[in-house]
């Protein structure tokens, strides 16, 4: 059995002893000395620092070479090189994640094929205007957009209302719990929490008519006013109220995934959450490092995420 050559790919070596344990070949070409591991090459290095889950020590030992050749071998610059788009039906699932307040990346992801779609790196906090780059971008590389699946942020589902939007149940729930808390002592809130709990659990009409029946129950509370100190009056339960006004703000669109099933919508964003979360614990594994080379790693991983489904 031979071995091609790590410097050269010859495959015209032959064994020279060991090191350290580890086959020591001699090519005959280049006449060079290697170990029997991986081939040291840039882009070997790069994938592996980028889709795997060592470090540049452990680089090094997976290698047979110092640290610092492999800091020489790591991509230090970042070249936008957005993943190869083929043309098809997309439901897209979109969402932004961050690392501190000054760096993060948008991403666009379709729910039929797993495939990530786009992404944009930002250093604020996502707008509207990202969301539509990223749809324009597939509408130019025509791709036909079926749905959109987001948190709801401010404003978009009116920016795209030439598309099917589903706002995610889950991040509608995070709302409710964040305006209910989830031990309120107030027993409309915690009828309206438990209403809430069902929206992921239930059908359409069960959930509707759980709320219809909450509100005609407590309407006169929610509705209740009191003079404040600058002698005006004001909602004496704004939580209570402020999340059930949520809801049914909401409600057209928190059932778009059950009233079209033929475009094979989520009702979530969670797919996409997961996705964030993975690529987060693997930034954790490389602490430290510059904006530039995070955002090569992340373009990396990004771009190979294309599951089997």
């Known amino acids: 059995m031979t071995k091609n050559c790590f410097y050269c790919g010859s495959h015209r070596t032959i064994k020279k002893g060991k090191e350290k344990d580890y086959q020591r070949w001699f090519c005959k070409d280049c006449k060079r000395y290697f170990i029997g591991r991986r081939r040291l090459t840039k882009e070997n290095v ?28 790591l991509s230090s610059e970042y ?69 959109i699946v987001s948190d709801g942020l401010k404003g978009l589902r009116q920016e795209f209302h030439q598309y099917r939007f589903q706002h995610s149940q889950v991040h509608q729930l995070m709302t409710i719990r964040a305006k ?76 778009t995934f059950y009233d079209f099933p033929e475009l094979q919508m989520p009702n979530t964003n969670n797919e996409l959450e997961a996705l964030n979360s993975t690529l987060k614990a693997k930034l954790n594994i490389h602490k430290g490092i510059s904006k530039e080379r995070r955002k090569v790693i992340i373009q990396d991983f990004l771009k190979a995420h294309s599951p089997c489904r």
């Open 180 to 255: 209910l808390t989830l031990h309120h002592k107030l027993q409309a809130s915690q009828d309206l929490l438990g209403i809430a709990k069902m929206l992921c659990h239930t059908d359409k009409d069960s959930f509707i008519g759980a709320l219809t029946a909450w509100h005609e129950k407590w309407k006169d509370f929610i509705n209740e006013r009191a003079k404040g100190v600058d002698g005006k009056t004001h909602y004496v339960h704004k939580n209570t109220r402020s999340a059930y006004l949520s809801l049914k703000r909401n409600m057209p669109c928190l059932w």
């Open 46 to 73: 790069n994938s592996t620092y980028s889709l795997g889950n060592l470090t540049v020590c452990d680089l090094a030992r997976e290698f047979g070479v110092s640290t610092r050749t492999i800091h020489r071998y």
């Open 79 to 147: 070249k936008e090189n957005l993943p190869n788009l083929v043309s098809s039906n997309v439901v897209v699932l979109m969402d932004a994640t961050y690392w501190g307040r000054r760096f993060g990346v948008v991403i666009m992801k379709d729910h039929i094929s797993g495939r990530v779609l786009w992404y944009k790196f930002i250093d604020k906090k996502e707008t509207i205007a990202d969301y539509r780059e990223g749809i324009s971008y597939l509408e130019l590389h025509g791709y036909n957009v079926l749905g």
